[in-house]
């Protein structure tokens, strides 16, 4: 619905700049006529036009038409064309002509419509490759050419659609603040639900093994399955939602999870569920993939300081409270342990039911696309294009190129293969203490938000630093991003062993409690610091990043769902989580490194985009 309703909005908008613009230009035509007419008059009495006359033609036509922009397919002629050296009258005499013929193209609709795309705010004009100029003729979109003049240039010029200022109202940017607040809730919601949905049913996994006649660790594969589906989807959802938008994605993967979701409810035996689970897992992955790009869509860097944290928390909040309501799910006698499903089913259309009516499209290319082509439509002119209408590569060439690039980044980034690390890590301690302390884990979240204020005011400062060294262009280097997780790494294994070794009857259960707070701060922390590293890293490759930290750590955690339950009860659980804090000790150096040496790994990278200043 949202999507709908700002498609129509971009035809006003399009159409009233069309106006605008319009206007603009007539008036600037109009003067060049009165000037042009009167040097023509001045000339025949031996009178030579002022300086200042000068100077207003060049300003006005180099307005309506730099010089490296006329377009010579459409009739307009090149500055100095068929201009020899020769002496000054020789010179007047050109001049003249190229008045003359100024004159003579102003009155035709075509030159007028070259014009437009020249002087229309937020165009560029941009010239064709001979393939991509061959490709748009014979998909019948190029423009005609006079093909009778042996001189024109077989490549297309075409006019490159952008926003009209950097405080155009159509860019998600400047959004108003309710709506932007409003996305990143949205946004936050279902991280929250998919989250919940992956951790629901592992407290109930005792009565379901008695229906379906199977083991416990067998049942488990109901959620091991669903995390490495969870994985798997990551590698489609984030390219998918680069080339058709965010809102699609959103709205048809929710809706065909919540399918699988009921399935999974109904399932009449074993293997039918943990099938069915699968495929809710593999649908659902849509969040973490293409959530850092909405939120970047919608904010800008300082302000994602703030917002990264919302969907952090709601991201993490999920998979908690799964197992608090899957436990009362499981230990009562008035409802089956498929309410687990049901409940998740029914939560997640509320969720998608918001989304359609209220979440806005955000992503730049589509938005772009939208309004290319309602100038299309305005201007009977095909020379309007969006950047990702002229791309050299075709929509299945760029799936299949985003979809093995997820591999090659796991196989050959240091970056994405450590912070995978850590995170896989992280993540598996995370699935195996949770039903231990779910109300420690989830004040500590909240108290790794305590940050937030003083990492912003560290960042406006750093900003401030490089911007009045390296101009106001400038941004921050992806290793400030680093903070969070400085502060975070070590609360991990400490936490660990404080929890293990006051394990015991004789010790207060308040220091369990005050042991799992510091451990959901340290996991928070961690977190908000790798993906934000991640996509101020890759930028335009983020999702592919995403996807490949995404999959590594879902499929680790899936697979040791299934093997953790012997695992956790044969070892005890003071030297379960003591093997766990040695493990999470390993990675603690991990932000440290990249804080400090992070821009020269980053320039190893292919894929990272070197933007130190």
Not at 65 to 72: G, T
Not at 201 to 209: G, N, R
Not at 297 to 302: A, G, N, S, V
Request: with cysteine; net charge neutral; aromatic share 12%.
């Amino acid at each position: 619905m949202q999507s709908y309703l700002a498609y129509k909005r971009f035809w006003k908008h399009a159409r009233d700049q069309y106006e605008r613009d319009k206007k603009r230009a007539e008036q600037l035509e109009r003067g060049i006529t009165e000037h042009n007419i009167g040097d023509t008059e001045n000339e025949k009495f031996g009178h030579r036009p002022s300086s200042i006359d000068s100077s207003f033609d060049t300003d006005v036509a180099s307005h309506l038409q730099s010089p490296d922009s006329r377009d010579p397919e459409k009739g307009e002629q090149q500055p100095g064309q068929g201009e020899q050296n020769g002496d000054h009258s020789s010179s007047q005499d050109q001049n003249d002509i190229r008045r003359n013929n100024t004159l003579s193209t102003i009155h035709t609709s075509q030159s007028f419509g070259s014009r437009m795309g020249h002087t229309m705010t937020g165009i560029e004009v941009r010239e064709l490759s001979e393939q991509l100029t061959k490709r748009r003729s014979r998909a019948g979109t190029r423009t005609n050419i006079n093909s009778n003049s042996k001189d024109l240039p077989v490549r297309e010029k075409v006019f490159v659609v952008g926003y009209e200022s950097e405080k155009d109202t159509m860019n998600p940017h400047n959004l108003p603040l309710s709506t932007r607040v409003s996305a990143t809730m949205l946004i936050a919601s279902i991280g929250f639900i998919v989250g919940f949905a992956s951790s629901v049913d592992s407290a109930a996994i005792t009565q379901a093994a008695e229906e379906f006649g199977v083991s416990e660790v067998a049942e488990s594969l109901a959620t091991g399955l669903f995390l490495i589906g969870f994985g798997v989807g990551a590698l489609f959802a984030g390219p998918i939602s680069e080339t058709v938008g965010r809102n699609p994605v959103y709205i048809v993967t929710l809706a065909i999870y919540m399918i699988w979701t009921m399935a999974s409810a109904l399932a009449p035996n074993f293997a039918a569920q943990i099938i069915f689970r699968f495929l809710a897992g593999f649908f659902s992955s849509t969040p973490l993939t293409c959530a850092g790009g909405s939120l970047s869509d919608l904010w800008d860097p300082m302000e994602r300081v703030y917002t990264f944290p919302v969907f952090a928390n709601a991201a993490f909040m999920g998979p908690i409270f799964g197992p608090v309501v899957g436990g009362f799910i499981g230990q009562s006698s008035l409802i089956s342990w498929r309410w687990c499903e049901w409940i998740t089913l029914i939560v997640s259309g509320l969720i998608l039911t918001l989304v359609v009516f209220f979440q806005p499209e955000t992503f730049a290319s589509i938005l772009l696309k939208w309004k290319a082509t309602h100038l299309r439509k305005i201007t009977g002119d095909d020379r309007y294009v969006a950047e990702v209408e002229i791309r050299a590569e075709s929509f299945w060439k760029r799936l299949t190129h985003a979809l093995y690039r997820p591999f090659l980044l796991t196989v050959r980034e240091p970056i994405v293969i450590l912070f995978a690390l850590y995170l896989t890590v992280i993540y598996i301690i995370f699935e195996g203490i949770t039903g231990l302390a779910f109300l420690g884990i989830a004040i500590g979240l909240c108290f790794a938000s305590l940050l937030v204020p003083l990492i912003h005011k560290w960042a406006k400062r750093d900003l401030a630093a490089i911007q009045e060294t390296h101009g106001p262009e400038a941004r921050l280097p992806p290793e400030k991003r680093l903070w969070f997780a400085m502060f975070g790494a070590p609360a991990v294994p400490i936490s660990l062993l404080w929890m293990g070794w006051t394990n015991y009857p004789s010790i207060s259960y308040w220091s369990g409690l005050v042991s799992s707070v510091l451990f959901g701060y340290g996991i928070l922390c961690i977190f908000m610091s790798s993906y934000q590293y991640i996509i101020d890293t890759y930028e335009i490759y983020a999702a592919s990043a995403l996807a490949s930290l995404t999959l590594i750590r879902y499929i680790a955690a899936g697979g040791m769902t299934v093997v953790g339950i012997p695992f956790y009860q044969n070892v005890g659980v003071h030297w379960r989580l003591t093997i766990l804090a040695c493990i999470s000790a390993l990675m603690v150096p991990v932000p440290y490194i990249f804080y400090s040496y992070g821009s020269t790994i980053r320039s190893w990278s292919k894929y990272a985009p070197n933007r130190d200043n």
